[in-house]
C-alpha cells in the first residue's frame, strides 16, 4: 500500500480560509435567522395586541380614545 500523499503548505494555507470562509458564512446565516426569529415574534405579539384592544373595545365600548 502506498501512504497518503501529505498535503503542502500552500494546500494547507487555502484549507484553512476556506474553512474561515464557511466560518463567516455560517455566522451571517445565524445573524440573517435571528433577524427573522426576532420579526416574526415581533409581528406575532403585535397581532396579539391588537386582537386584545378590539376584544377590549367590544366589551367596554365606550373607551377613551386618545
Known amino acids: 500500500m502506498t501512504k497518503p500523499r501529505e498535503k503542502t503548505r500552500e494546500e494547507l494555507q487555502a ?7 464557511k466560518i463567516r458564512q455560517f455566522e451571517n446565516r445565524e445573524k440573517m435567522l435571528r433577524q427573522k426569529l426576532f420579526k416574526e415574534e415581533r409581528r406575532t405579539r403585535s397581532h396579539r395586541l391588537i386582537v386584545w384592544g378590539a376584544v377590549f373595545e367590544s366589551i ?4 377613551i380614545r386618545a
Open 60 to 63: 367596554v365600548p365606550r373607551t
Open 15 to 21: 484549507e484553512i480560509e476556506g474553512g474561515k470562509k
